[in-house]
Nanobody, 125 residues
Framework: VQLVESGGGLVQTGGSLRLSCAASGRTYTLYRMGWFRQAPGKEREFVVSITWAHGTTHYADSAKGRFTISMDNAKNTVYLQMNSLKPEDTAVYYC???????????????????WGQGTQVTVSA
């Protein structure tokens, strides 16, 4: 499975960006997709996840009300719409994919089996 993110960039405070994550390869094995982010000097943190089959979502508190995850099953693509961006949202955003089977909490990096290369999001003050 390969994951390719796109859509990052520089935006002003209060602006919006939409990130995309295209999955290829053995995508039929995937159960859940997630977005994480990592700011300089900080650990990678969970943002949001969604299941392919039912669209069940799980949001980090920092993302609730501002970020929205969606998916296009036909394109094997997951999107992250980010609104009302703040400087503290600046980070490299990573897409991740999970194959069903391991009982590891959804909001942990260990839950996911595949990772994209990341896309930089910079929010200027």
């Amino acid at each position: 499975v390969q994951l390719v993110e796109s859509g990052g960039g520089l935006v002003q405070t209060g602006g919006s960006l939409r990130l995309s994550c295209a999955a290829s390869g053995r995508t039929y094995t995937l159960y859940r997709m997630g977005w994480f982010r990592q700011a300089p000097g900080k650990e990678r943190e969970f943002v949001v996840s969604i299941t392919w089959a039912h669209g069940t979502t799980h949001y980090a508190d920092s993302a609730k009300g501002r970020f929205t995850i969606s998916m296009d099953n036909a394109k094997n693509t997951v999107y992250l719409q980010m609104n009302s961006l703040k400087p503290e949202d600046t980070a490299v955003y990573y897409c991740a994919a999970h194959e069903r089977g391991r009982p590891i909490p959804v909001a942990t990096t260990q839950h996911y089996d595949y990772w994209g290369q990341g896309t930089q999001v910079t929010v200027s003050a």
